[in-house]
């Protein structure tokens, strides 16, 4: 199929490029030209796993490829997605001005019947908003569907490959724009992934839906923690044994320093935000809201608690993006996490395998970005770690002692043994254990 990707951030960039992957001419559409320069030249504006030589590999089949000529790549189409970005409003809000701007855009583009498709995460009524922009501007006929992404950042790739399931949402009737939305995802769900047609206004739920469950999860497993160390239980085998019941699984119920990034905070606030102007008041994911926030502090209290008072201290912090595998800092815990240290009087000597050139943007000299991970323990009172990366979860413990002023380890995730670290020397403190 011809398909026009308009936006290469994080979606449109694995979009175009696994949709390239399985045979289609894609074509992504940006209007920073500073970022198609890279592109073309094979750079990649982005951290995720497999995806740069994906990129390199569609190139050079020519099956990919990268331009700031929005009306050409639409009118060598037949469909175009719309994944740009839709930032959040104080009040929670999604801004929809970018994907509405592009939408008037394809329909004075276009010159056939083409089928315009909502990936960004977009609130409950935008397909509908799409399609009158483009009416505005055409007399081509034309559908509007919606197709919200599904992808965990560090495992994009696998997950649009290989998804759990297809979410598709078209105008009721439109058999056309269905039929060929099926025809696009049939490939990648050969192993029997189910492609779930919808109207658009249920499609465009979905995913605020989805992301708000898995943020309730973590929110209520980082209570339960809270509680364990209030009883003298252990969170781990709270954890085992409600996994264990096949009715909650295993998914998303390991405690910590709370959740960030780019989707699980947005689409929380977008949910509240849409259920508020719809007359309706979403008690639980308030609380939800509330929980993580006051969770990010969890770290602070157990220092303050050990330390008494934090000023002078130097404190090494192993992990900044919000989960392993990304550079992402979007929401991270690690920043409210570096603030509070830096308020308190302390020093930040701090590490992450591929957040340090965003995280040198954030704080701007604030705090010393370390090359290696044992260089920020050098001397340093304690370690926190708030990202658990691989690399983390093994270390060489004798150096790690040998080069910290005093052996003591704050794991926000939860990655070590505390009989182990106590039988090794550390002092040791955890969530929930």
């Known amino acids: 199929m011809k398909i026009a990707v308009v936006g290469t951030g994080y979606v449109g960039l694995v979009l175009g490029a696994c949709l390239a992957e399985n045979g289609n001419d894609v074509i992504c559409v940006d209007k920073d030209e500073s970022k198609i320069g890279m592109l073309n030249d094979g750079g990649i504006p982005i951290y995720e796993p497999g995806l740069e030589e994906m990129v390199r590999r569609n190139r050079h089949e020519d099956r990919l490829s990268f331009t700031t000529d929005l009306p050409g790549a639409v009118r060598a189409s037949t469909i175009v997605f719309i994944a740009v970005g839709t930032p959040q409003g104080e009040d929670g ?237 979007r929401e991270a815990p690690a920043i409210p996490i570096i603030e509070r240290l830096l308020e308190r009087g302390a020093s930040v000597r701090a590490y992450d395998p591929a957040a340090t050139p965003v995280a040198k943007r954030l704080f701007d000299g604030r705090i010393a970005l370390c090359e290696k991970s044992y260089d920020a323990l050098i001397d340093a009172d304690a370690l926190a770690i708030v990202t658990e990366w691989n690399e983390f979860r093994e270390p060489d413990f004798v150096k790690m002692r040998a080069l910290l002023r005093s052996p003591v380890v704050f794991d926000g995730r939860n990655i070590y043994s505390p009989g182990q670290m106590r039988a090794l020397g550390f002092t040791y403190f955890s969530i929930g254990r």
């Open 93 to 329: 809000s999604a801004d929809l001005q970018h994907v509405l701007a592009v939408a008037r855009a394809v329909g004075r583009a276009m010159d056939k019947y083409t089928v315009v498709v909502d990936k960004s995460t977009v609130p409950v009524g935008t397909a509908k908003k799409v399609g009158a922009a483009i009416a505005k501007e055409t007399t081509q006929p034309f559908s509007v569907a919606s197709n919200p992404e599904f992808l965990k950042q560090g495992a994009a790739i696998e997950d649009f490959m290989k998804p759990d399931r297809v979410v598709v949402g078209t105008e009721p009737g439109d058999d056309r724009a269905a039929g060929i939305m099926k025809e696009l995802y049939a490939p990648f769900t050969r192993t029997g992934a189910p492609i779930l047609m919808m109207d658009t206004s249920s499609a465009e739920l979905c995913k605020y839906a989805a992301n708000s469950i898995l943020a309730s999860r973590i929110s209520f497993m980082n209570e339960i923690a809270n509680v364990c160390e209030l009883v003298g239980a252990d969170v781990d085998h709270v954890r085992k044994a409600i996994g264990a019941d096949r009715r909650i699984g295993t998914s998303f119920l390991f405690p910590g320093v709370g959740y960030g990034g780019s989707c699980f905070p947005k689409d929380v606030k977008a949910l509240l935000k849409s259920a508020q102007d719809h007359g309706y008041e979403f008690k639980t994911l308030r609380a939800v809201e509330a929980v993580n926030e006051s969770q990010k502090e969890r770290l602070i209290q157990k220092m303050e608690c050990h330390f008494t008072d934090l000023r002078g201290r130097t404190i090494a912090l192993w992990g900044l993006a919000f989960k392993p595998r990304t550079d992402d800092m």
